[in-house]
């Protein structure tokens, strides 16, 4: 049995993220000791590892619920797993696709720089007015690509 400080430290999970998946159920509730300390066996280190590495792709939270909910039904058809996967296959390659956008319009600002003085500066002047990006459809929200 291993102490949340433990099984942390083996998964590469902070002990707040290891408390906040027991809170939204991702994590069973762990055994206690006599001390009220939290004890967890293999099966719950193996279950946060696959937590971690499905978050490591990007997999949203509600995916990995659903992907769980199916590695406990081994009977269960794969294609559900797949169309998960398949689902987060598409939000990367969007997001690769964002990216590739942006890194284009970073590139166009730099190389129209004349290298003079801030105020005649491509680069301030794009980003003070969207309206001179090649690439405009970005609704300036601050949320990542």
Known sequence: MLTIGKLSTSTGVKVPTIRYYEEIGLMPEAERSAGNQRLYGAAAAHRLSF?????ALGFPLEAIRDLLGLADQPEASCAAVDAIARKQLAAVRQRIDRLRALEDELV????????????????????????????????????PA
């Open 108 to 143: 166009r600002m730099i190389g129209a720089c004349a290298h003079g003085a801030v105020a005649d500066c491509r680069v301030i002047e794009v980003l003070g007015d969207h309206r001179l990006c090649a690439h405009s459809d970005h609704d300036g929200a601050d949320t």
């Open 51 to 55: 937590i971690r590495h499905a978050r």
